[in-house]
C-alpha cells in the first residue's frame, strides 16, 4: 500500500491500532489499521471478535452504556482467565486514534463479574496521560477519575460514572480555560469523532429477498430493507445511484440497466434488476453471492445519511469518516465478485470519506489489489 495515496486525508481522525489485550480468544494483541483492512484467517481464530471489539469500542465512544454494549460480557472474557481474591474476572480492550492531536491512545478495562462496570480507563497523548480512571471503592458505581489541567493544579479529580466511558464524558466536564484542558478536550475529542460513523454491515440474503414498507430510506445492519432505500436513493443521488448500477452489472449475472424499488399493489416495496428489454428481475430471485455483492456495494456507494448510523453532528463533514465493519465480507461471493467489491472499495477507501474493516477466510487474493492491508491470524 502506498502512504501517500491518503496523506491528504491524515486531518480526519480515524483509528490506525486495535488492542486486544484481554479479550475473548486474543492476548496482548495488536493490529494495525489502514483505509482498507482486512482481518483474515480460519474459523476460531477471532476475525469476528476483532470486529465485535472495534463496534465496542465505537459503541463506547458514542456514549453507549456498558451494559447495552456488552449484552453478554462474560464471553469477552478470556476463557482461561481465574479471577482474582473478591472473584472477578474481566477484558481489556483499546485503540490508537490519529488525527491533527498526533496519536492518542485508549485502553479500557471493563470487569464482567460478579458486575459489568468499567474500571480503569487512561488516555495518552505524546507519553502524557490525558485522562486515568480507577475504581477505588467497588460499593460505589462511580470510578475515580483525574484529568490533566495544567497551570497552578496540574490534575483535577472528580468521580465519574462507571457505566460509561469517561472519555466521552470529558467535553462535557472539562471547561477547557488553561492549556492543559484543551489539550485534554482536543484529545478527547479526536477519539469520539473516529469512533464514531460506525456502520457494522451482514447482509442477510434471505431478508433481502422480502417485499418491505416504506420507511425512513436508512439501511439496517442486515440490509432487509434494501428495496426501501433504493426507493430513496435513486431519486436522491443519480450520480451515486449510476455508480451502484454499474457496479451490480459487474457482479450479477445478466445484463443489467437499473437498479430499482417498484411498489406492489399493496403499498410494500420489491427491488428489482431492469433487464433493458421490458423484463425485471425480481431481488427474489438472486443468488446469495449477487445479493450480499449489491448490498456491500450499496453500503460502499452512500454516506451516513442513508445508513444506520449516528454521526457526529456537531462535527463539519469534512472531517468525518465512515467506518464500514464487514464480518464475513467475502461470504458466498465468487472469486469475480469478492475481487470487483474490494476494488470498489479500495476506490472509495482512497477518497478518504469511508474506511472498511472487513473478515475474510483468506486474503491471497487481496493481496494483488493495490490499498488493502491483511491481518493474518494465522494457526
Same mark, same amino acid.
Given at each position: 500500500?502506498?502512504?501517500?495515496?491518503?496523506?491528504?486525508?491524515?486531518?480526519?481522525?480515524?483509528?490506525?491500532?486495535?488492542?486486544?489485550?484481554?479479550?475473548?480468544?486474543?492476548?496482548?494483541?495488536?493490529?494495525?489499521?489502514?483505509?482498507?483492512? =482486512?482481518?483474515?484467517?480460519?474459523?476460531?481464530?477471532?476475525?469476528?471478535?476483532?470486529?465485535?471489539?472495534?463496534?465496542?469500542?465505537?459503541?463506547?465512544?458514542?456514549?453507549?452504556?456498558?451494559?447495552?454494549?456488552? !449484552?453478554?460480557?462474560?464471553?469477552?472474557?478470556?476463557?482461561?482467565?481465574? !479471577?482474582?481474591?473478591?472473584?472477578?474476572?474481566?477484558?481489556?480492550?483499546?485503540?490508537?486514534? *490519529?488525527?491533527?492531536?498526533?496519536?492518542?491512545?485508549?485502553?479500557?478495562?471493563?470487569?464482567?463479574?460478579?458486575? %459489568?462496570?468499567?474500571?480503569?480507563?487512561?488516555?495518552?497523548?505524546?507519553?502524557?496521560?490525558?485522562?486515568?480512571?480507577? =475504581?477505588?471503592?467497588?460499593?460505589?458505581?462511580? @470510578?475515580?477519575?483525574?484529568?490533566?489541567?495544567?497551570?497552578?493544579?496540574?490534575?483535577?479529580?472528580?468521580?465519574?460514572?462507571?457505566?460509561? =466511558?469517561?472519555?466521552?464524558?470529558?467535553?462535557?466536564? /472539562?471547561?477547557?480555560?488553561?492549556?492543559?484542558?484543551?489539550?485534554?478536550?482536543?484529545?478527547?475529542?479526536?477519539?469520539? @469523532?473516529?469512533?464514531?460513523?460506525?456502520?457494522?454491515?451482514?447482509?442477510?440474503?434471505?431478508?433481502?429477498?422480502?417485499?418491505?414498507?416504506?420507511?425512513?430510506?436508512?439501511?439496517?445492519? *442486515?440490509?432487509?430493507?434494501?428495496?426501501?432505500? &433504493?426507493?430513496?436513493?435513486?431519486?436522491?443521488?443519480?450520480?451515486?445511484?449510476?455508480? =451502484?448500477?454499474?457496479?451490480?452489472?459487474?457482479?450479477?449475472?445478466?445484463? /443489467?440497466?437499473?437498479?430499482?424499488?417498484?411498489?406492489?399493489?399493496?403499498?410494500?416495496?420489491?427491488?428489482? &434488476?431492469?433487464?433493458?428489454?421490458?423484463?425485471?428481475?425480481?431481488?427474489?430471485?438472486?443468488?446469495?453471492?449477487?445479493?450480499?455483492?449489491?448490498?456491500?456495494? &450499496?453500503? &460502499?456507494?452512500?454516506?451516513?445519511?442513508?445508513?444506520?448510523?449516528?454521526?457526529?453532528?456537531?462535527?463539519?463533514?469534512?472531517?468525518?469518516?465512515?467506518?464500514?465493519?464487514?464480518?464475513?465480507?467475502?461470504?458466498?461471493? *465468487?472469486?469475480?465478485?469478492?475481487?470487483?467489491? %474490494?476494488?470498489?472499495?479500495?476506490?472509495?477507501?482512497?477518497?478518504?470519506?469511508?474506511?472498511?474493516?472487513?473478515?475474510?477466510?483468506?486474503?491471497?487474493?487481496?493481496?494483488?489489489?493495490?490499498?488493502?492491508?491483511? @491481518?493474518? %491470524?494465522?494457526?
Amino acid at each position: 500500500m502506498d502512504p501517500g495515496r491518503f496523506e491528504a486525508h491524515a486531518d480526519r481522525p480515524h483509528l490506525t491500532e486495535l488492542r486486544l489485550s484481554a479479550f475473548a480468544t486474543h492476548r496482548g494483541a495488536g493490529f494495525p489499521l489502514g483505509p482498507l483492512t =482486512l482481518f483474515a484467517g480460519p474459523s476460531g481464530y477471532g476475525k469476528t471478535t476483532a470486529l465485535l471489539a472495534y463496534e465496542a469500542l465505537a459503541r463506547l465512544g458514542a456514549g453507549g452504556e456498558v451494559g447495552a454494549v456488552f !449484552p453478554d460480557p462474560v464471553a469477552c472474557v478470556p476463557e482461561r482467565a481465574r !479471577p482474582d481474591a473478591q472473584r472477578r474476572r474481566g477484558f481489556r480492550i483499546g485503540c490508537t486514534a *490519529d488525527g491533527p492531536e498526533g496519536p492518542v491512545r485508549l485502553d479500557v478495562a471493563v470487569q464482567a463479574e460478579p458486575e %459489568l462496570r468499567i474500571v480503569g480507563e487512561r488516555l495518552t497523548s505524546g507519553g502524557l496521560v490525558l485522562l486515568e480512571t480507577a =475504581l477505588r471503592d467497588p460499593t460505589r458505581r462511580t @470510578v475515580q477519575a483525574s484529568w490533566h489541567t495544567g497551570g497552578s493544579s496540574p490534575v483535577t479529580r472528580a468521580p465519574l460514572p462507571d457505566d460509561r =466511558l469517561g472519555t466521552a464524558l470529558l467535553p462535557l466536564r /472539562v471547561a477547557g480555560k488553561t492549556d492543559g484542558q484543551r489539550q485534554v478536550l482536543a484529545a478527547a475529542e479526536q477519539m469520539v @469523532v473516529a469512533l464514531r460513523s460506525v456502520f457494522a454491515c451482514d447482509p442477510v440474503p434471505e431478508r433481502m429477498r422480502d417485499a418491505v414498507p416504506m420507511g425512513d430510506g436508512r439501511l439496517l445492519r *442486515d440490509c432487509g430493507n434494501l428495496a426501501d432505500v &433504493l426507493w430513496r436513493t435513486r431519486s436522491e443521488c443519480g450520480r451515486r445511484h449510476g455508480q =451502484l448500477v454499474t457496479s451490480v452489472r459487474t457482479g450479477c449475472a445478466g445484463p /443489467v440497466v437499473d437498479v430499482l424499488a417498484e411498489p406492489l399493489r399493496d403499498g410494500m416495496l420489491r427491488a428489482v &434488476l431492469d433487464r433493458g428489454d421490458g423484463l425485471r428481475t425480481g431481488f427474489e430471485r438472486l443468488g446469495d453471492g449477487e445479493l450480499r455483492y449489491a448490498a456491500l456495494a &450499496l453500503v &460502499l456507494l452512500t454516506g451516513p445519511g442513508v445508513l444506520e448510523v449516528d454521526p457526529p453532528g456537531e462535527v463539519p463533514a469534512a472531517m468525518q469518516t465512515l467506518t464500514v465493519l464487514a464480518d464475513g465480507l467475502d461470504r458466498a461471493l *465468487d472469486v469475480r465478485q469478492r475481487a470487483e467489491l %474490494l476494488r470498489l472499495a479500495a476506490r472509495m477507501c482512497e477518497r478518504g470519506h469511508i474506511r472498511l474493516v472487513g473478515a475474510v477466510s483468506d486474503a491471497s487474493w487481496a493481496t494483488r489489489i493495490d490499498g488493502v492491508t491483511v @491481518v493474518h %491470524l494465522d494457526p
